[in-house]
């Protein structure tokens, strides 16, 4: 099928490689550009889309394609802001050898963390997200979303050694923690209105003057602390890759646990383990379905002349359905030297959050009757109403 019929088919349908995020069913869409374009200009959206696995690895690896553009370090909004400063230290928004004495420290940490362990610990921490007493009340819509964008990152943040929950009490912080690590990545969106990148701004210095006050105590994190201390890596960089660990726990995990929720809700895999399921659902429905990359110079990529300032819209859900068996993988957690260290750890927070949610009454067949996806570009988080 040529190009321009392809372009036809898809704009009758509604939908183009940024709306095929939140639409229904996108999955046949992205199976058609990773066949028939696996690599191509958008002149309409003005970018470079790629789509195809072999093309998604190709850009993912080149050394000229960026996270972020060489001259715009942190999105205009945010400019500014302590949103803006704390963006601007995060290792998985850079390129170059600046930042990768502290990569090279967070990475281990994270694989560290046991994800077996840390399912178990939600189970746990699960008490703090409400009291006992609303457990008696039906499961919402609304109580749904709240759980899924907190448990995970409090149960990331007691893995990580802070101190989310009074040992004495069983009470502590832990949701003023996920609501700030909500409102700092909701700030990062090209969606985010004013109101939303002045909450997040409040967020991120809340956020860091809570992690500046804390006292030494043992864990990851100290040892973190530590090694960062001995390597000469700025403190305040230090804070910021933590906030921006528990943020990767957030909006990605929420959506991870949310699209295993429709998955059991429309009657898929009723027999599997709870673990396998949310496998299945990373690679078929998944939570991360594009990223982007910023050409640095005036390349090749993918047998195409690219220009520097040129954006390279990676869809990875389209790689990810349309691998071939023997290659299948959930390319949501990227590929390359910037790959998500935390695929295993992301997977078993979001079955975790799961099982807490059904073992509090909340239906799946029921949820999956009633939900939209959240306004997004890159990710597909159902919001159950």
Not at 56 to 69: E, F, G, K, M, S
Not at 158 to 170: E, K, N, T
Not at 219 to 224: C, I, R, S, V
Not at 355 to 374: N, Q, T
């Amino acid at each position: 099928m040529n190009q321009s019929r392809i372009a036809e088919r898809a704009e009758t349908a509604g939908i183009d490689p940024l709306s095929a995020v939140t639409h229904p069913d996108p999955y046949p869409y992205y199976r058609e550009l990773a066949a028939s374009r696996p690599f191509f200009r958008d002149a309409r959206l003005g970018l470079w889309v790629a789509a195809g696995p072999v093309e998604v690895a190709a850009v993912l690896a080149h050394p000229d394609c960026r996270v972020r553009p060489p001259a715009q370090p942190v999105p205009p909004p945010l400019a500014g802001t302590a949103a803006g400063a704390l963006f601007g230290r995060l290792v998985r928004m850079n390129d170059g050898a600046g930042h990768a004495p502290l990569k090279a420290l967070l990475v281990p940490m994270l694989a560290a963390i046991d994800p077996a362990a840390a399912a178990q610990r939600a189970g746990v921490l699960a008490r703090l997200v409400e009291p006992d007493d609303a457990l008696r009340t039906a499961m919402s819509g609304d109580r749904v979303n709240r759980w899924l964008f907190t448990l995970p990152v409090v149960t990331l943040a007691d893995r990580l050694g802070l101190p989310v929950a009074d040992a004495a009490s069983g009470r502590g912080n832990a949701v003023q923690v996920a609501h700030h690590v909500v409102a700092f990545a909701a700030a990062q969106s090209p969606l985010a209105d004013a109101q939303a990148v002045s909450a997040g701004a409040e967020a991120a210095q809340w956020l860091g003057q809570w992690l500046a006050g804390l006292p030494p105590a043992g864990g990851p994190l100290q040892g973190l602390r530590d090694a960062a201390q001995r390597a000469g890596i700025d403190p305040q960089a230090v804070a910021a890759n933590i906030i921006g660990l528990l943020v990767q726990a957030c909006e990605a995990t929420a959506a991870l646990a949310g699209n295993t929720l429709l998955r059991l809700g429309r009657g898929g895999s009723p027999s599997d383990a709870l673990e396998h399921v949310v496998a299945r659902v990373a690679q078929d429905d998944p939570p991360v379905q594009n990223t982007r990359r910023f050409l640095a110079v005036d390349s090749e990529l993918c047998g195409h002349a690219v220009k520097a300032g040129d954006t390279v819209l990676v869809l990875l859900a389209a790689a990810s359905c349309s691998s071939p068996a023997d290659d299948a993988r959930a390319w949501t957690f990227g590929h390359g030297r910037h790959a998500c260290p935390g695929d295993k750890l992301a997977q078993a927070l979001a079955a975790a959050t799961v099982a807490a949610l059904r073992a509090r009454g909340a239906d799946p067949a029921a949820l999956a009757r009633a939900f939209r996806y959240r306004p997004s570009l890159n990710a597909r988080i159902p919001h159950f109403l």
